[in-house]
Structures are given as structure tokens and as C-alpha cells.
């Protein structure tokens, strides 16, 4: 399964690269610098990465590898970023890497590097968290007195001690801001220093040491460093049957049934010679190997009989998952239904005496109603969510709509209706201009009867003695407030007013 992974992700990374990998065997070609990244199972970071680097000739080395701790073939690609906006892009590198490939997961490439920084990071969905940055600076600029950094990195099976069993492998690593890196170097348990040119294994039994240094371009060596570790034997028999699990995923209603389809994936362990089989048992049929996720579509009610078997013969026990398919809902294509309903007082006309009240209702048998809204007269739509009372005198007409949640729209409709005062003059001698106006400041705004003989001049009385400026204001505001809750006045209109009592002097 995962030399098919390779093989299609091979077919989609054919990103023209003006580089050449050089396979594991042959006589690599070394720029005077060279930066070394590895991976290994984890999806989540790059096992090791160079952080700096000096402008010039590069020798890229890209190792995926059972030698850097691969167990399971998993592969990662090194890709340089070309458009992300404040890095470098003058670097084109996309290279695939897995422990099955041609260079047995370790590639060499060369490219120039300019000052800056270059983003880096794993193209294979599922392993966004592999990023990180290369900040490089200009080589050349005076004497280089600072010696590389050089590092190591031990790798293999490990048993419940730490111990590695059967075999360890240690990759050294070296970076240099200044001149480049020259040579690096290793021995194994003080023996003598040798180049160092590729992962260094260790098969022999018992406590092994690894030292290692660097020599940059103008001659500085860094101080030896070291790792130790113990290489044991390997478990000579294997009578512990692998761990097999599985998940269960699709779309899911509120009962906790798959809709339409179920996938079943099933996943195993094994510590000790490792899995050799997994088998699945899909209600009551015979077992059967298994190779990719088992996707169920029939409806009902399912059981999922599983277990693996390893190299040594060791087979797990049997396990059962069991769920239910459900058909999928209905496409709902119509839209609600929505009715309106008009009350309050009338006369002998038909008008409503003082107030009218519009009551607006939706239903929808599919998918539920998702929204009403209603626009008064010129006004812009607005979500209806309890009935509206209209108490400006005149003609008006209230259009009414509803969606439901597939998004199914209903037509728009209206009605009309006429609100007449109700014969009361609370306001004598009422100020009648046709528009609202504060302190010959004309805000546009119709000066409607409110419904009891006043107007909205006569509410907002700017003549009237106001302790100042600012009280006159909140007084406006208290007044148009009660006015959009009435009906007489909208949000918008209110804000005009609202603007125009504050320029004015009224109070000051």
C-alpha cells in the first residue's frame, strides 16, 4: 500500500527542478557547504533540520530513510517556498523522498543560495506541521573565527530500556554562518577520525560511543561531540499477538447512524516480528484480507469481525464493531409558506385607528424555516422576529419573505394597509412643517402625526426649557427611540434626527 502512495505522489510532485538527486552509491558531489535534512515516521516535524546557513554553493542532503528512523515507509518531500510573501523564491526544490525509492530514501541536490530567508516545508497533505525556516546570511564578510555546529542523531528499534535492538544508526549533521562547512568527521568508539559522507550503522552488540566534529572553510573545528548508546540482541521468539483496532467515519444524524455510507479502517501493531495479515468479517461472510478501508453503503444494521496474525503466527483475537446505515434524507427543493395577518382597532373605512399590527408566520416541511424577514414601506429588509407594530399615520405596504435551511427561497409578498389617528390631539396647536427640523437644521425626515395630535416636532419641543446641550440630546434620543419601537420612525431616520440635535446649539 505504501509503494502505491509513492508511486502517485511521485506522479503528482513533477515540479521542474533545475537540480539533480544523486543516489546513496555514488560519489556525491559536495559544494563548500552542505545542509542535511531527515524525517522519519512522525508526520508532524522533520526529525532534523539545518536553521542557518551563508550565501553561495550548496550541497542539499534529503535523507527519508531506514537509516534515520523510516520504519514504515512513510514518505516526505523537501520543498522549497515560492510564493509566500517574505521569504526567498529564487530556490526550486521538490523532492520525494521514502525508504522503498531508488536512492533508498537519500538524495543530494545543489542550488545557490542568496541572503534572506527560505520557507521549506512537507507538500503531502496530512503533514502541514512539517515547516520551518533557513535564514541565510552573506558569506565573505571578514574573518570567519567561529568553528561550526555540529550535531548527532541515534536511530533504530529501541526495546523498554532504550537499549537498540539489533542494529543503531547515527547521522551527523553541520552548519556554519560563516565560511561553509569544509569536512565533518566521526569515529566509533575511539578508534580514529574518518570522513564522515552518510549515515553511520552499527550492528555489534554491546555500549557503543560515536564522536564527531566539523572544520569550516577558513580552518576553525568545532569541539568533539558524542553519543552513546547499547546495541542488544533481538527478541529471539515472538509469541505476543499484534494489537488490531478500528474506526469508524461518514456522515452521522442525531441517533448516531451513519448516513449513506460507513467507512471502516482498520489498523495493527506489532512489537515483535511485526503484522503480517489483517482480516475482516463483514456480517456473517467469511474472512477476508484486508487492504483498504471497507466501505459499507447497504441499510441497516452492520457487524465488523476483525483481527491480524503476525510473522511468527501469533493471531489476535477476534473483535466486533457494529452500526447502523441510514438512507439519506430527501433533497429539499420547495420553499416555505408564509402568511400574514393584520389586527388592531378600524373604522368604518377599513383604516386601523392608531396602530396597526403585523403579524408575519413561515412554515417548511423539509428542512425547517432558517429565516423571515419583512421591509416597511421603502425600507431595506429586516429579520422579522416578533409581530410589528406600525403607528405612523398613511398608506403603508409590508413585504414579507421566508428561507428555509436548504436555502430555498420564498417568492415575495405584501400587503397594504392604511393607520389613521385616533381622533385625540394631545398636541394643540401642533407644529405642522412638513419636515423635521431642529434649530433651522432640516433633517429630511417627514414630521408625522405620532397618533394622539402630536407631531415629531412637537415630541422632541427644542423651545422648551433643557438643562443643556447634552440633556437636549439624550432627550432626542429617548424620543425617536420610542418613535422606531411605535413604528413611526426606522433606525435610519432616527439617526438623522439624533445627528441633527447634536450640531445644534439647543441647550447650550
Request: hydrophobic share 35%.
Amino acid at each position: 500500500m505504501i509503494r502505491r502512495l509513492t508511486a502517485a505522489l511521485s506522479a503528482l510532485l513533477l515540479t521542474v527542478i533545475p537540480l539533480a538527486a544523486t543516489p546513496a552509491s555514488a560519489a556525491p558531489i559536495v559544494a563548500d557547504q552542505v545542509l542535511t535534512w531527515t524525517a522519519d515516521d512522525d508526520t508532524t516535524r522533520y526529525k532534523s533540520v539545518p536553521t542557518q546557513a551563508v550565501a553561495g554553493p550548496t550541497t542539499i542532503i534529503w535523507e527519508n530513510s531506514a537509516a534515520t528512523g523510516n520504519t514504515t515507509g512513510m514518505p516526505h518531500t523537501l520543498t522549497f517556498d515560492t510564493s509566500t510573501e517574505g521569504y526567498n523564491h529564487d530556490v526550486t526544490l521538490n523532492i520525494l523522498a521514502n525508504p522503498f525509492d531508488a536512492n533508498d530514501g537519500r538524495h543530494q541536490a545543489t542550488v545557490t543560495l542568496s541572503p534572506g530567508r527560505y520557507r521549506y516545508f512537507c507538500a503531502i497533505p496530512g503533514h502541514s506541521q512539517m515547516v520551518g525556516e533557513l535564514v541565510v546570511t552573506e558569506g565573505g564578510g571578514g574573518e570567519d573565527t567561529t568553528a561550526p555546529t555540529v550535531s548527532a542523531a541515534v536511530s533504530g528499534d529501541r526495546d523498554a530500556d532504550g537499549n537498540y535492538v539489533g542494529a543503531a544508526t547515527v547521522t551527523v549533521s553541520a552548519t556554519d554562518a560563516g565560511s561553509g562547512v569544509d569536512t565533518v568527521e566521526y569515529q566509533v568508539d575511539d578508534t580514529s577520525f574518518q570522513p564522515y559522507t552518510q549515515p553511520v550503522r552499527l550492528t555489534a552488540v554491546g555500549d557503543h560511543s560515536v564522536q564527531f566534529r566539523a572544520t569550516d572553510q577558513a580552518g576553525n573545528t568545532s569541539a568533539v561531540g558524542s553519543v552513546a548508546f547499547r546495541i542488544v540482541e533481538p527478541t529471539q521468539e515472538d509469541t505476543t499477538a499484534p494489537v488490531v483496532t478500528a474506526a469508524l467515519a461518514g456522515d452521522r444524524d442525531g441517533d448516531g447512524n451513519y448516513i449513506g455510507t460507513a467507512t471502516a479502517t482498520l489498523t495493527a501493531t506489532d512489537a515483535g516480528s511485526g503484522v503480517a495479515t489483517i482480516e475482516y468479517a463483514l456480517d456473517g461472510a467469511a474472512f477476508t484480507p484486508y487492504a483498504n478501508p471497507v466501505v459499507v453503503s447497504g441499510v441497516g444494521m452492520h457487524m465488523l469481525h476483525y483481527r491480524a496474525t503476525d510473522v511468527a503466527g501469533n493471531t489476535s483475537a477476534e473483535q466486533m464493531a457494529h452500526f447502523t446505515v441510514v438512507a439519506p434524507a430527501q433533497e429539499d427543493e420547495t420553499p416555505p409558506t408564509v402568511s400574514v395577518t393584520v389586527t388592531g382597532d378600524r373604522n368604518d373605512d377599513g383604516g386601523y385607528v392608531g396602530a396597526a399590527t403585523v403579524t408575519l408566520t413561515a412554515v417548511d416541511d423539509g428542512s425547517g424555516v432558517a429565516s423571515v424577514e419583512y421591509g416597511l414601506d421603502t425600507e431595506a429588509w429586516t429579520a422579522y422576529t416578533a409581530p410589528v407594530t406600525v403607528r405612523a399615520t398613511g398608506a403603508h405596504t409590508l413585504r414579507y419573505r421566508a428561507t428555509d435551511a436548504a436555502g430555498n427561497a420564498s417568492t415575495e409578498q405584501s400587503t397594504t394597509f392604511t393607520v389613521v389617528a385616533d381622533g385625540t390631539d394631545a398636541c394643540p396647536g401642533s407644529d405642522t412643517r412638513a419636515t423635521v427640523v431642529i434649530d433651522g437644521d432640516d433633517t429630511g425626515v417627514a414630521n408625522v402625526d405620532t397618533g394622539d395630535g402630536c407631531t415629531i416636532n412637537d415630541l422632541i419641543d427644542e423651545h422648551a426649557d433643557h438643562p443643556g446641550h447634552a440633556a437636549f440630546v439624550r432627550h432626542v434620543e429617548t424620543v425617536t427611540t420610542a418613535l422606531v419601537t411605535g413604528g413611526s420612525l426606522t433606525k435610519r431616520q432616527q439617526g438623522a434626527i439624533v445627528r441633527a440635535a447634536a450640531r445644534s446649539e439647543v441647550g447650550a
